[in-house]
């Protein structure tokens, strides 16, 4: 045969005998099998966009290696040219890159989590300090929990503001919702307060001279 395989990486010499004459023998051919190649390094990659309320999945970008010889897998999935996956669901997720020009040389893995969806807070308790009178026609309520530096409020699906509490409204049902400030669209259900009526003065008084 004029092939031969499973040969070793170096330089080899090939020679060419006369059968009938096994004494007849060419001069050496050199030839150079490569080196084997090697694999990527594992990459290097980070979730650049973590879950929120209102999308539940991540991004994960491989900063390096980067170019069009190489190509991006996560999970053992089919490998892309792009070094971006989207829509990537919470916890741990193995990345691993290879040589386009030799798909064999597969990197080592790269583990990045992607965390936990955010919890929205739960409803709040909120509460009618002050019903109207006849002299102050309004009233004021007052959000008890939770609170802190983490929350801010809103009154009938307006602006969220820092303060727990909502003065001068009006008689009437008021829906109070509450949010996180380190991701603001995590809002919660809202909670129904009644701000009582306006009580009504008595009617003239009915008098006359009696002596």
């Known amino acids: 045969s004029a092939t031969f395989t499973g040969v070793v990486p170096g330089t080899h010499n090939i020679t060419l005998i006369n059968s009938l004459d096994p004494t007849c023998i060419s ?6 099998v490569n080196a084997v190649p090697g694999a990527p390094a594992a990459p290097t990659a ?3 966009v973590q879950p929120t309320c209102a999308v539940p999945t991540g991004t994960i970008v ?15 999935g089919a490998f892309q040219a792009s070094a971006t996956f989207t829509n990537v669901a919470p916890g741990d997720h193995d990345i691993a890159v290879r040589n386009t020009a030799e798909p064999t040389c597969v ?9 936990a ?3 929205a807070p739960a409803a709040p308790t909120a509460s009618v300090t002050v019903q109207p009178t006849c002299a102050v026609p309004t009233g004021t309520i007052v959000v008890s929990a939770p609170t802190g530096a983490g929350f ?6 307006g602006a969220f503001q820092a303060s727990a509490t909502f003065t001068n409204v009006a008689p009437g049902d008021h829906d109070i919702t509450v949010r996180t400030t380190a991701d603001p669209s995590c809002v919660s259900a ?22």
């Open 190 to 211: 809202p909670t129904t307060v009644t701000v009582n009526a306006v009580p009504t003065p008595p009617a003239a008084p009915t008098a006359d001279v009696t002596v």
């Open 117 to 119: 969806v955010p919890t």
């Open 27 to 32: 001069a050496p051919a050199t030839v150079v």
């Open 152 to 157: 801010e409020y809103s009154i009938d699906g």
């Open 46 to 48: 980070s979730v650049t």
């Open 107 to 115: 990197s080592a893995l790269t583990t990045v989590t992607v965390n």
């Open 62 to 76: 491989v900063s390096a290696p980067t170019g069009a010889g190489f190509e991006y897998s996560i999970d053992g």
